[in-house]
């Protein structure tokens, strides 16, 4: 609470009244703008054995004794669940992008021509999802081997290498590294052939989803809350059975062979 205020205030002087200032600033900004500051806090992902932040008291009181508009920037591994139950929050969940709004992105056009024209835009998709993140690494690749004039199946090897180790990363960081709660989430997805669940059948079953997590996620659809795999990485190694280094060597194999339509 004291570094939005800091950070509101410019004091970096603990000597000077900071309540007292941040009020004054906030008055005034109120004057000129009709509105009062938008405080935006960024709260960083937290380890397995780690305590969440102490975001709530502190949005709390920007909120009640500074009347700040206050934006917390969080997954829900990283913000307490408390946060998100005060009847007073509003949620704004950020989606992923369909595959046409992936390949709609300017920046990205040169890469996706490539790998069309290669047929790995596919494979690619299954893996690396709606996340326009996971494509700048791709695109980092793509622009850095072919400054060396390579050809293009080297560019295209470097490429299907990248998305190798992404799904040989998720497996072993990520799903193999889970809790035993989390385990028993994915067998049972695994057993049924499902891509989601909904939280109530889980909760019915005396199984709920431990945090932080980065094998599930909490997802609404239709009104009500589903629990689905966190990323397309997870979803392709959980539906395939992927459970060790040669079922994924399979997994990536099948994903760049191309398709034989059916006569």
């Known amino acids: ?57 502190a949005v709390r009181g920007l909120a009640d004794e500074f009347k700040l508009k206050v934006l917390v920037d969080g997954s829900p591994n990283s913000i307490p669940p408390d946060t998100l139950s005060t009847e007073r929050q509003v949620l704004i969940s950020v989606n992923e992008m369909s595959k046409d709004q992936i390949e709609s992105i300017a920046d990205f056009n040169e890469l996706i021509t490539f790998m069309r024209e290669n047929k790995i835009s596919d494979g ?93 996620r909490e997802a609404t659809y239709r009104d009500d809350c589903y629990i689905e795999p966190a990323s397309s990485a997870v979803s392709l190694i959980i539906s395939n059975h992927s459970k060790n280094k040669f079922d994924i060597n399979n997994l990536h194999e099948t994903l760049f062979t191309p398709k034989v339509d059916a006569k």
């Open 1 to 57: 609470m004291d570094g939005v205020l800091r950070a509101i205030t410019g004091i970096k002087f603990s000597f000077l009244d900071l309540h007292s200032n941040a009020r004054r600033v906030i008055k005034f900004h109120q004057l000129l703008f009709r509105n009062p500051p938008i405080v935006v806090i960024s709260v960083p992902e937290r380890g397995p054995r780690e305590e969440y932040a102490d975001v709530s008291a």
């Open 124 to 216: 690619v998709w299954e893996v690396l999802g709606g996340n326009p993140a996971k494509y700048v690494s791709v695109d980092m690749i793509y622009k850095s081997v072919i400054m060396t004039n390579a050809p293009k199946d080297i560019i295209v090897e470097e490429i299907k290498k990248h998305i190798y180790s992404v799904l040989l990363s998720t497996l072993t960081s990520i799903i193999l590294n889970c809790s035993a709660n989390t385990k028993n989430i994915i067998e049972m997805f695994r057993e049924r052939n499902i891509t989601r669940i909904a939280k109530s059948e889980l909760s019915a079953n005396g199984v709920s989803l431990d945090y932080p997590n980065k094998v599930f």
